[in-house]
């Protein structure tokens, strides 16, 4: 059962979901009024963790926030992939939850600011995934020091520059860790609708604006850009953390099994009646505080931090 305090956030999601794709009874807002909405919303989200230090930076000709844990190793690193449909949202908007995953590991995360659509639209978010992942490996890191991690748009583009990265040879990190992943854009898993009046955070519409902005008019199903499609033999491991409450719960079981079908090293945590990228949340509900620690002691593993 989810806790009381989960429950008292639901409004405040459904307020974030109308201020970041609108409302049926209303015109739909601009992409400027979506970021814009989006980015307000997130500003409620969470509690930033005592014990971080945040740097302004670049990672391969991007911007990027820098996040150290006080007493953290500098030689293990996260690339970080925010979430926003491709559309909106930013390293800056997610800088609590980053925050919370770069204490609870140990280890420095850097999370990019990745190009957006509508002006950027796909493939230039998987291009410049796997340009920060191969910068990373340039500063010297090794592929088994680095893992990658993302958030709902940014937990497809996660599972699209590990198939991106085996597809141009360069070696894969030591784990990926996406959460709600978003993988199919045409939201054919059956929890579309089964979870569609239980999901505070995203329906069906809101997809389909964001998807066609990010394709825009390419094929939907290009498996670097939803992912279910690609072939996932030689990825990374992964952990995938979703919410049973969620419209994408069925891209996160989807995603799961056909990666054990090919091979790939799982886990997959759902966590019973948690809202979409419910992490957000980290400081202000036990569900969120739990999964952000199972994240970190995932990756002090997979890192050997401990």
Known sequence: MASPQAEALKQMMRDFRAAAIGTADAP????EEQRAGAAAGMEVMGVMPEGVT??????????ALDQRPDGGLDDRVVLYLHGGGYVVLSPRTHAKLTAGIAKAAGCRVVSVDYRLAP???????VTDGLAAYRALLDEGYAPHQIAISGDSAGGGLTVATLVAARDAGVPQPACAVPLSPWVDLEGTGESMDTKAEADMVVGRDGL????D???AGGDIRDPL???LYADLRGIAPLYVQVGGDETLLDDSTRLIAKAAAAGVEVRLDVFPEMQHVFQTCLGMIPEADDAIARIG???RTKLAID
């Open 28 to 31: 739909p807002p601009t992409v």
């Open 54 to 63: 945040t740097t302004e930076t670049t990672l391969a000709g991007l911007f």
């Open 119 to 125: 002006e950027h639209p796909h493939p230039a978010a």
């Open 208 to 211: 389909k604006l964001m998807g």
């Open 213 to 215: 902005m990010f394709v």
């Open 225 to 227: 850009a939803a992912p």
């Open 297 to 299: 002691q995932y990756l």
